[in-house]
């Protein structure tokens, strides 16, 4: 059985039905957890150089409605994007709601064993419920998902068979009996087999046609051509990276590397091309690109390295500068002391309107919302947008955005 995995930074409610119809159905629970560590184990097959030590996961059980497909799931993928940081997902099975409460318990004390003994398979499961969570959907199916993302490399060390036993028979006890101890083993035991995976696939919305010529030719493109062809949805099919980080590592490599060497961590079957990036000459069209970038877009971007490079500045002091610049000033503005052959470039901070900084920082944050307003308080705080999607979520619906944004907001 063929599973579908998804992108949440381009994820579409007509994805998950598609993904949800998939799906596996088991009716015991060591069908259930084998199956989910098959596809755990399954997860790295989508990337190139990605080890499970690497993969960071959350398993978390919710709904779908055809006839509401943004609520359910879809909104606690949209949730895991901006807050967990997660990028992408998959339905791993369905089930019948009423197994659900049981079925989380045992789930909940195998994970807690697990990082207790420091036997996961994967380098962090982040779920931290330590009981049932949250009420049941009232509907007759509920879907278990997996949201993951990629971060350090933990070495991995299995359960052994003394383990497994011992483990087993601590569960069956906590759960009063109510799932059979082989159950328990046969679960336990699936973590450590590897090996067992299922077949797992990008939406077919993620697959790009006529592969092989697209590899090539855009790996042979340089990186300054990439980013003036907006080729980064590209790469992201290519590499399996997620479009920021795609563009991360563009806007941080010369912009005469071959796409293919600036990503042959992820590139297929990549072998080190020679181009011109060690040479000595420093390349106009990076200092040019860094320099129109905005200070917060700079921020997020993580460009501190390139700013240290370009203007021979520590990077205490570029990073110093960052933040006590507002966010909507250039790059190049910000460092004009320091910028090759600077000359000052008009951009939105002097004429800034004190008229949308007082009405915007007199909405309630649940009006902000409602109206999209997070662009507008980032050019205003220089927060970046993830950090302000945030604060808002966070902060109580009728408290005014120059309250909730107290440490940043201009003052009066």
């Not at 099919?237 to 990503?263: E, H, P």
């Not at 203007?311 to 190049?332: A, E, P």
């Amino acid at each position: 059985m063929q599973i579908y995995a998804l992108d949440l930074e381009d994820l579409k409610p007509t994805d998950i039905s598609e993904a949800v119809n998939k799906c596996h159905r088991p009716k015991k629970f060591s069908d259930a957890g084998s199956h989910i560590m098959e596809v755990i184990h399954s997860l790295p097959n989508l990337f190139n150089g990605v080890d499970l030590g690497e993969v960071v996961i959350y398993i978390g059980r919710s709904f779908f409605n055809p006839d509401k497909p943004k609520a359910g799931v879809y909104g606690r993928f949209m949730e895991h994007f901006r807050i967990k940081g997660h990028h992408y997902s998959v339905i791993a099975l369905r089930c019948d709601t009423k197994v659900v409460p049981l079925w989380e318990r045992a789930a909940i004390r195998i994970i807690s064993k697990l990082k207790q003994k420091k036997r996961l398979c994967v380098s962090d499961i982040v779920n931290i419920a330590q009981c049932q969570a949250g009420a049941l959907p009232a509907y007759k199916e509920s879907v278990i998902y997996i949201t993951w993302t990629h971060g350090k490399k933990t070495p991995i060390q299995h359960l052994n068979t003394k383990e497994i036993n011992l483990v087993s028979n601590e569960i069956y006890e906590d759960l009063n009996n109510e799932i059979p101890r082989i159950q328990i083993s046969d679960v336990l035991s699936a973590t450590t087999d590897v090996s067992q995976c299922v077949e797992i696939v990008w939406h077919p919305r993620y697959q790009i046609t006529d592969n092989s010529e697209d590899i090539d030719s855009i790996g042979q493109l340089t990186v300054s051509s990439a980013i003036i062809e907006d080729t980064a949805e590209s790469i992201k099919d290519i590499t399996g990276c997620s479009l920021r980080k795609v563009k991360q590592i563009l806007m941080k490599t010369r912009g005469n590397t071959l796409v293919r060497n600036a990503f042959s961590d992820y590139w297929p079957d990549s072998e080190y091309v020679e181009d011109d990036t060690d040479t000595d000459t420093e390349y106009a069209e990076d200092i040019d690109s860094i320099g129109q970038l905005t200070v917060s877009s700079a921020i997020i971007e993580d460009m501190a390295e390139s700013i240290k490079d370009i203007t021979g500045c520590s990077l205490r002091k570029v990073k110093q500068i960052l933040m006590n610049t507002r966010g909507n000033t250039l790059v190049r503005n910000a460092f004009s002391d320091y910028w090759p052959d600077s000359e000052y470039v008009e951009d939105d901070t002097d004429t800034e309107c004190a008229e949308d900084i007082e009405s915007i920082g007199q909405l309630t944050v649940s009006s902000a919302i409602i109206e999209d307003m997070a662009e507008s308080i980032k050019d205003i705080t220089g927060c970046s947008l993830r950090k302000i999607e945030q604060i808002l979520m966070n902060t109580h619906g009728n408290t005014l955005v120059k309250n909730a944004f107290s440490g940043y907001w201009p003052e009066d």
